[in-house]
Nanobody, 122 residues
């Protein structure tokens, strides 16, 4: 079974920075995309950033220029560097791994982490 474990959340003042990490463990042959989502209180979960296996990255308009996603495939880990944080970035941040190949037959599944809370004070 594959598990995703996030870390790095916490409380920070507006304008500050945080770096989130998400490590995937278990039997993993490959991962297509690794994503960060967030869900603020009373709001739907939204995609924040995506990093694909071929090196492409995508960002929500609200975080472009402030957040940077990166992945280390040797460690099956994805990072989210968050700079110039704003109170509206306050949310639980979830890691998502898409099309994770878990055996030599090619079975693939999607997995989610448990979430890490980010609180930005004004």
């Amino acid at each position: 079974q594959v598990q995703l474990v996030e870390s790095g959340g916490g409380l920070v003042q507006a304008g500050g920075s945080l770096r989130l990490s998400c490590a995937a463990s278990g039997t993993i042959f490959s991962i297509d995309a690794m994503n960060w989502y967030r869900q603020a209180p009373g709001k739907q979960r939204e995609l924040v950033a995506r990093a694909t296996s071929d090196g492409r990255t995508n960002y929500a308009d609200s975080v472009k220029g402030r957040f940077t996603i990166s992945r280390d495939d040797a460690k099956n880990t994805v990072y989210l560097q968050m700079n110039s944080l704003k109170p509206e970035d306050t949310a639980v941040y979830y890691c998502n791994a898409v099309k994770v190949v878990v055996n030599s037959v090619g079975h693939e599944y999607d997995f989610w982490g448990q979430g890490t809370r980010v609180t930005v004070s004004s």
